[in-house]
Antibody, heavy 128, light 112 residues
Framework: EVQLVESGGGLVKPGRSLRLSCTAS????????MSWFRQAPGKGLEWVGF??????????EYAASVKGRFTISRDDSKSIAYLQMNSLKTEDTAVYYC???????????????????WGQGTLVTVSS | DIVMTQTPLSSPVTLGQPASISCRSS???????????LSWLQQRPGQPPRLLIY???NRFSGVPDRFSGSGAGTDFTLKISRVEAEDVGVYYC?????????FGGGTKVEIK
């Protein structure tokens, strides 16, 4: 059974940093791209970024709203994906979800075309 | 960015009756590989999103067959043939054809 468990959320002051973790089980983690999404309180869903599998260099893509501040990385030996969030702003307050890319990929670039399993999410509150 | 527009905002439905949600994209979602990467997700109250439909009309594992997706190009529809109590929640369409991946604003399905 595929499971994704996020951790690391909490209350943080504006300008500070936080690192989220996504611990995966039930599948061969290294074979999949992984992505992060977020949902501000009472709002809709927003894509944050993703990391390709090592087969495609483990490279990353980000939404414009977080580019330069957030970094996604992975440790395939531990089946964990990370979201390092720096220079946090109040508008980053949200539940952050980790997802697994589904089986559809751009074969040339390793870019995923969908996401099948979602974690339960972890709440990040940015407030002074 | 591709803008995804869902209608209606809210859909009160009688148990056992059908429901339909529309999703329109600001540009065609047909990828250069010929596929259309349009998904539908369900978010029950207090729960994370769950994938229902991918590539317009393919039901994900474990999704009841009362859920169906259709459409092409820029216009897509999610239908629930007979709404059950467990279907209450917010439904989102999402496109993954082009960066950045974007979502519709959501449609709330509730029981009358």
């Amino acid at each position: 059974e595929v499971q994704l468990v996020e951790s690391g959320g909490g209350l943080v002051k504006p300008g500070r940093s936080l690192r989220l973790s996504c611990t995966a089980s039930g599948f061969t983690f290294g074979d999949y791209a992984m992505s992060w999404f977020r949902q501000a309180p009472g709002k809709g869903l927003e894509w944050v970024g993703f990391i390709r599998s090592k087969a495609y260099g483990g490279t990353t893509e980000y939404a414009a709203s977080v580019k330069g501040r957030f970094t996604i990385s992975r440790d395939d030996s531990k089946s964990i994906a990370y979201l390092q969030m720096n220079s946090l702003k109040t508008e980053d307050t949200a539940v952050y979800y980790c997802t697994r890319a589904d089986g559809d990929y751009d074969i040339l670039t390793g870019t995923p075309f969908g996401f099948d399993y979602w974690g339960q999410g972890t709440l990040v509150t940015v407030s002074s | 960015d591709i803008v995804m527009t869902q209608t209606p905002l809210s859909s009160p439905v009688t148990l056992g009756q059908p429901a339909s949600i529309s999703c329109r994209s600001s540009q065609s979602l047909v990828h250069s590989d010929g596929n259309t990467y349009l998904s539908w997700l369900q978010q029950r109250p207090g729960q994370p999103p769950r994938l229902l439909i991918y590539k317009i009309s393919n039901r994900f594992s474990g999704v009841p067959d009362r859920f169906s997706g259709s459409g092409a190009g820029t216009d897509f529809t999610l239908k629930i043939s007979r709404v059950e109590a467990e279907d209450v929640g917010v439904y989102y369409c999402m496109q993954a054809t082009q960066f950045p991946f974007t979502f519709g604003g959501g449609t709330k399905v509730e029981i009358k």
